[in-house]
């Protein structure tokens, strides 16, 4: 039997290591209209939907249409409604807009959108605005896998006191994102009147919308209100004489620890115990992702690695669970033997128990071992979705952080399960209990059921654990197949 099941895991195995070849993500550039009938345009990249307007030079939208599960797409861009089809608010303030007198202007500013490739895998759009005695060029820098950041560039030639950089939309009310401001490398709530400026944005529960500068000296954040009275925050240019150039960096995306540290903004979040015992296991991750060069390599590793962590324990919660189906022949006789009177019945049970060194819960500790490591693959999984997005597909999974679009790990997950229960029934006979039979012929197909749009990151380990299981437990039904048979329990009236 141990043969035959090597054999069948080898050949499902071999399901496992044969694949279609890797398939990359591709700008998508697009002109149109915008609602106030000036000049857009959108760029997707393979996160990020951002749209352009003419209308006052602004990045009027940076919506996250990736959304694996446990997340909703989204517009991260201040000042639009996140209901499913997300609305702007009307007489909001968008950034970069630019009030060259220190107040809005009476009329939008007109600027000319220009994409500039840079390559395959870069777009850089610019848009420019020249007035009386100031000319302004904004450019933002679309990278293909980026991490939700995109590189700004703010370029002001002229001259003039007080000028306003609008950043953003600063929503009111309860539940809203909280105005974080970055000095020297720690987070305030409110403007400080010493100290190196570094950056300003919204920290909300799921999403980050944040600017980090370098070289603002001179200039200092504002909050303030358009011509409709809507709040805004930015930077002010007290003077300007000259040229000013202005660089830094946008992350407008999710609230993941993981990423923030990426663009070097980990300093605007704060960690728990659990969350910091997550970011080890998802660096982790990325150790075996950078050794094996795939995400599915990946988790293969660390499945490995937790059922060599756990093997003393499975192999006993395997044992057990043999040695008690083994008996249920002889319990059953018992139940017949002591059926009016329970507790000798109970006695006559342990003492079985005791003679077979069987403990009747040693099977549920180790098996309940396995959830946290599912509970951490799968917040790591949902934490670092972006990075699983942006790796090469594993043989037929495209992405690893989303379903698969098959459902052949599922099938074959169930069908080593079902086979792990063939193998029990087969073993512990026709007189074994039919109601624990049927669950555990029934359990697979309704976990299948139940849990089929989980992560195929997440439906990978839990096809090696099965198969893993599978395994051991034919190894192991093998070894006790060796042993001599428990003797039968005495006759009730040799007693």
């Not at 857009?40 to 694996?68: I, K, M, Q």
């Not at 007489?91 to 809005?104: F, K, R």
């Not at 540290?261 to 080890?280: M, P, Q, W, Y």
């Not at 992560?455 to 192991?476: E, N, R, T």
């Amino acid at each position: 039997m141990a043969k035959k099941v090597l054999l069948i895991s080898l050949l499902l195995l071999g399901l496992v290591v044969s694949g279609p070849a890797r398939t990359g993500y591709e700008l998508k550039v697009k002109e149109g209209t915008s609602p106030g009938g000036g000049q857009e345009l959108v760029v997707e990249n393979a996160l990020v939907r951002y749209r352009f307007w003419a209308e006052d030079g602004v990045l009027a939208s940076c919506y996250l249409y990736f959304a694996p599960y446990g997340t909703r797409e989204l517009d991260v861009v201040p000042g639009w409604t996140q209901d499913k089809e997300p609305e702007l608010i009307q007489d909001v303030s968008l950034p970069l807009e630019i009030w060259p007198q220190g107040t809005p202007p009476e009329e939008p500013l007109p600027h000319r959108i220009i994409q500039v490739p840079r390559g395959d895998k870069t777009l850089e759009v610019k848009l420019s605005w020249e007035g009386e005695g100031l000319a302004v060029e904004k450019r933002f820098t679309v990278v293909e896998d980026a991490l939700y950041t995109v590189p700004v560039e703010i370029r002001l030639v002229g001259t003039g006191e007080g000028i306003r950089i609008v950043l953003g939309h600063f929503p009111q009310g309860k539940g809203v994102p909280e105005l974080v401001y970055l000095y020297d490398g720690k987070k305030t709530s409110s403007p400080l009147a010493s100290g190196s400026f570094r950056g300003v944005g919204l920290v909300g529960r799921e999403s980050v919308f944040f600017w980090v500068f370098q070289g603002t000296e001179g200039l200092k954040p504002f909050q303030g209100k358009n011509r409709a009275g809507q709040p805004v925050f930015g930077l002010e240019i007290p003077t300007l004489s000259g040229e000013l150039v202005l660089k830094g960096t946008l992350y407008a995306g999710r609230n993941r620890y993981i990423l923030l540290e990426k663009a070097g903004l980990e300093e605007i979040v704060d960690l728990g115990f659990f969350s910091r015992f997550l970011v080890g296991v998802i660096r982790f991750l990325e150790v075996l992702y950078r050794a094996t060069g795939n995400y599915g390599w990946a988790i293969i590793l660390f499945t490995l690695a937790a059922q060599l962590f756990l093997f003393p324990l499975t192999r006993t919660q395997i044992r057990s669970m043999a040695k008690m189906q083994r008996l249920q022949p002889k319990i059953q006789r018992l139940q017949r033997l002591y059926k009016d009177d329970k507790e000798a019945f109970q006695k006559h049970v342990m003492e079985l128990y005791r003679q077979e060194k069987v403990n009747p819960l040693g099977g549920c500790f180790p098996f309940l071992l396995q959830f946290p490591f599912l509970i951490l693959l799968w917040q790591s999984i949902f934490n670092s979705a972006e990075l699983f997005h942006l790796s090469p597909p594993f043989l037929w999974i495209p992405d690893l952080s989303l379903p698969d679009p098959y459902y052949i790990i599922i099938v074959l997950t169930v069908g080593v399960q079902l086979l792990g229960q063939w193998i029990t029934t087969r073993r512990s006979g026709a007189q074994a209990a039919g109601g624990a039979q049927l669950i555990g012929w029934i359990f697979p197909l309704f976990f299948a059921f139940m849990f089929r749009n989980f992560p195929a990151g997440l439906w990978l380990y839990w096809f090696l654990y099965s198969s893993i299981q599978s395994l051991l437990q034919g190894i192991v039904y093998w070894e006790l197949s060796r042993v001599a048979p428990p003797p039968e329990p005495k006759d009730a009236g040799n007693n």
